[in-house]
């Protein structure tokens, strides 16, 4: 059952990016299209899950004052890991991440669910939270790519949408675009909250 | 022609790819510290500050050790513990040494850690293959183009802040619709480059 809260959180009531706004670059940067959205969104996933994981196994031995460092050199070489992957099976997607990837050691929804969950909780429960704040990260980056490639670009995973008629808004799949799509996206997730607030 | 070429990155690191509107890296501290024009003077001073240093470490550091020794699947991890560490030693001689400067940049610095656009620029140097003197000119010019997207930024959201928007808009959605707008003020500078 508590597994089960710590797993949902992440997709509607702590989202990191719609609620928290945490990690904001790569959900403005890599979201021209669906794919590249999902395939950032795994790759923090990935990251997140397993650096929770061996923080939480870590966490009593690493000693209070270098926490930050240790955090980091561990969060550090998942991402080594995952660009090394990426990089030697799925050239494309590693090319249009480019250097989002690298930066994922400096996300801060990583860093802060090691330091405000993964130090505190067990090695399983860290895990599902990881899993949970990734998805919901995940989640929020497939919606405004969606959203972006749709509007700016008239397709969806690649495959054209509309007719002959359609005039793309070319603005969504340049940068405006993304602040502007992401700035309707949160404000979208207010209504809603607010909706239901009132009943 | 090394003289236009250095001018050239310059005007192209401040105005054409902006580090904010066009390589969207330090979002972050770009809608956290822009609610007032001094704080974002102050936390701009500190980026280009610590930018500078942080490429003038890690530049050598590609070249002289990572390249020599075919290790560059390091460099995320070099970089990064070489730019925290940095941060700490910067705030530590700061506070030591100059006292007002600290007190003026102090509680923006270790802010700096997270800021990818640090981390960033220092890999855009290594990927864009530029020489020593042209990544520090690079680093320093885009870390000029972050404080004057978050000045301008701050400017305006002074006023926003004493405006009606519509309640779901407020804070955070109406300051993203800002800032796509000025990026699109922006991308008027692409045309510069030609």
């Known amino acids: 059952m508590s597994a089960w809260k710590e797993f949902a959180k992440g997709f509607w009531n702590q989202n990191p990016v719609l609620r928290l706004l945490l990690g904001l670059c790569p959900v403005l940067a890599v979201t021209t299209s669906a794919t590249d959205a999902i395939g950032m969104g795994l790759s923090a996933t990935f990251v997140l899950t397993m650096s929770n994981l061996v923080v939480s196994l870590m966490r009593k031995g690493i000693p209070d004052r270098v926490r930050l460092p240790a955090f980091i050199v561990i969060i550090a070489t998942f991402v080594t890991i995952v660009d090394m992957v990426l990089k030697a099976y799925m050239f494309d997607l590693h090319k249009s991440l480019g250097l989002f990837i690298p930066l994922i050691v400096v996300n801060c929804i990583i860093l802060g669910r090691a330091e405000a969950f993964a130090s505190k909780n067990t090695a399983l429960m860290s895990m599902v939270d990881g899993l949970g704040m990734g998805l919901g990260f995940t989640l929020a980056l497939f919606i405004l790519g969606t959203i972006r490639e749709i509007l700016g670009n008239g397709t969806f995973f690649g495959m054209t949408l509309f007719g002959e008629g359609f005039d793309p808004v070319l603005v969504f799949v340049l940068p405006p675009g993304a602040f502007i799509g992401l700035g309707f996206l949160i404000a979208g997730m207010n209504y809603l909250e607010r909706r239901k607030a009132n009943g | ?194």
Do not use: H
């Open chain 2, 1 to 194: 022609m090394a003289e236009t070429n250095l001018v050239m990155i310059v005007v192209a690191a401040i105005l054409i790819n902006n580090v904010i509107f066009s390589r969207f890296l330090g979002i972050c501290p770009y809608l956290g510290v822009s609610k007032k024009l001094s704080t974002a003077f102050g936390m701009g001073m500190a980026v280009v500050f610590v930018m500078t240093l942080a490429t003038a470490l890690t530049w050598p550091i590609q070249k002289l050790i990572l390249e020599p020794f075919d290790m560059g699947y390091l460099q995320t991890i070099s970089f990064i513990l070489v730019i925290a560490s940095l941060v700490q030693l910067v705030e530590i001689i700061l506070k030591k040494t100059v006292p007002t400067l600290y007190q003026a940049l102090g509680i923006y610095l270790p802010l700096i850690t997270t800021n990818c656009a640090v981390l960033g620029v220092a890999i855009i140097n290594i990927n864009e293959k530029l020489s020593y003197l042209q990544a520090l000119i690079f680093s320093m010019a885009s870390a000029l183009g972050f404080t004057l997207a978050l000045i301008i930024f701050a400017g305006i959201r002074e006023r926003l802040a004493i405006r009606k928007v519509p309640s779901v808009f407020a804070g955070i959605p109406i300051a993203l619709i800002v800032a796509g707008l000025l990026a699109m003020a922006f991308m008027g500078f692409a045309g510069l480059g030609n």
